[in-house]
Each structure stands twice: as C-alpha cells, then as structure tokens.
C-alpha cells in the first residue's frame, strides 16, 4: 500500500490562498494518475482534481478556474494550488491514486471562514 502525507492545510477566511502538498514514500512517476480529494462533514469524499503520468489535468466543475494541480516527481510530490477560497471548500483533503485506490492518510483540514 502506497500511503501519501499531506499537509499545507490550515484557517483561512473566503478569498485566500493555500497550497496543498502530498508526498508518497515511493516514486509517483510511474502511477497511472494522482488525485486530490476532500470530504466535508457528513458528505461522501469526492475526487477535485486529477495529474496523469502525461501531466494532463482534470479539475471538478467546482474548482475548475481556482484549483490547480501540479507535481514534481522528483520529490515525489504532488501539490493543489487553491485559491478564491470559499466556506463550501472547507473539508479534509487527500491524495490517492484514482485508478489503484490505496490506503488513505490522514488528510490536512482546510478551513474558510470569516
């Protein structure tokens, strides 16, 4: 099982900006794709932003214009630039491998409010 630690979460208010990191323990230049998830409180973990091995990018209709996805393989590493931040975004975020669904991480809180 291939296990990532995210981190970058914190308390911001509406229109800020964070950046996300996830870090796997082993090379991520070989997995088919990495994604960032989120699940808010008492909804269903939902998938917003994908990076193929190509380096193409899929971004949910939520997030798409404010969210972006980018890695550096070198670092094993796997980012989510977030910005425009709004209350609806507030959630624990994820990586994991959509097409090899491993075990979940721990997550990083983010928070909007004013």
């Known amino acids: 099982q291939v296990q ?17 990191s996830c870090t796997a323990p082993v090379s991520i230049d070989t997995m088919l794709a990495v994604g960032w ?3 808010a409180p008492g909804k269903q973990r939902e998938l917003v932003a994908r990076i193929f091995r190509d380096g193409a990018t ?17 670092k094993n590493t796997v980012f989510l630039r977030m910005n425009s931040l709004k209350p609806e975004d507030t959630a624990v975020y994820y990586c994991n491998q959509p097409y090899a669904q491993q075990s979940w991480g721990q997550g990083t ?6």
Request: cysteine-free; hydrophobic content about 30%.
């Open 4 to 20: 990532f630690v995210e981190s970058g979460g914190g308390l911001v208010q509406p229109g800020e900006s964070l950046r996300l």
């Open 58 to 74: 899929h971004h949910a209709d939520s997030v798409r214009g404010r969210f972006t996805i980018s890695r550096d393989n070198s």
């Open 109 to 114: 809180q983010v928070t909007v409010s004013s």
């Open 37 to 39: 998830y989120r699940q």
